[in-house]
C-alpha cells in the first residue's frame, strides 16, 4: 500500500543520499591528495633552490652568516629566484639582497 511505497521511497532516498556522501567524502580525498603532492613538490623545488642559493653564495662570498642562511631558508620561490639571478653580478653578499 502507500505506507510501503512511502517506506520504499524514504529507504532508496536514505542509500542515494549515503551513496552521495561517500562519493563526495572520495572526491575530497583525492583532491586532498592533489593538493598534498602538489604543495609537496612546491617544498621540495623551495627547499632544492635554497640549498642551491646557499651553496652558490659561500662558494661566491665565503662562510655565511645564519643571518643570511635563516632568510635564505625561510624565503618563497619568487625571492629565491631572484637571488640567484643576482649572484652572478652582485660585487657582494648584500647586494645579493637588495
Known amino acids: 500500500g502507500l505506507r510501503s511505497q512511502a517506506s520504499m521511497v524514504e529507504n532508496t532516498w536514505k542509500a542515494g543520499k549515503l551513496e552521495g ?4 567524502i572520495e572526491e575530497g580525498r ?3 591528495r592533489q593538493e598534498g603532492r602538489q604543495e609537496g613538490r612546491q617544498e621540495g623545488r623551495q627547499e632544492g633552490k635554497a640549498e ?3 651553496q652558490l653564495l659561500h662558494v661566491r662570498f665565503g662562510p655565511l652568516p645564519e643571518t643570511i642562511q635563516g632568510k635564505v631558508t625561510s624565503a618563497n620561490l619568487e ?3 631572484a637571488w640567484i639571478d643576482k649572484i652572478f653580478t652582485a ?3 648584500q647586494a645579493v639582497f637588495h
Open 21 to 24: 556522501r561517500e562519493e563526495g
Open 30 to 32: 583525492q583532491e586532498g
Open 52 to 54: 642551491t642559493l646557499l
Open 79 to 81: 625571492e629565491l629566484t
Open 91 to 93: 660585487d657582494s653578499l
